[in-house]
């Protein structure tokens, strides 16, 4: 399951729905892997707008990522910045959790992470 997936995803418990601590959804005995992939700067230009930058910080600094800036960058200083155009990528395309878990901030439910396939399914009591 790449990163870049974890900012998209919240709790699919129904108690979870109106509460904001139910994203983004945190991984805990995360087993990452990196894939080496080619770098595609327009792909990440237009992912920008698309992110929740806050999420993506929380996400990074609990993967023990380096902290990420407080604002997003534009896509003109991302182009022109190798460095972080490099570790943006690395961080949202290049890393996936293999195995682990992602908790929900709000109920505490874990999704089970194994092969790198996260299992939403939830138990009848929780739906």
Not at 67 to 87: G, I, M, V, Y
């Amino acid at each position: 399951m790449k990163i870049l997936s974890l900012n998209f995803l919240t709790c699919a418990v129904k108690a979870c729905k109106s509460s904001s601590d139910s994203y983004p959804l945190h991984p805990k005995d995360a087993e990452l892997v990196q894939d080496e992939i080619e770098v595609n700067a327009q792909l990440l230009v237009n992912l920008l707008p698309r992110l929740d930058w806050t999420a993506l910080s929380t996400t990074a600094t609990e993967l023990g990522f380096p902290a990420l800036p407080p604002q997003p960058p534009s896509a003109e200083d991302l182009q022109a910045d190798d460095k972080t155009l490099r570790d943006l990528h690395n961080l949202l395309m290049e890393t996936q959790i293999m195995e682990g878990k992602l908790v929900c901030g709000n109920c505490g439910h874990e999704y089970a992470v194994r092969e790198g396939i996260a299992n939403f399914l939830l138990p009848s009591h929780l739906v």
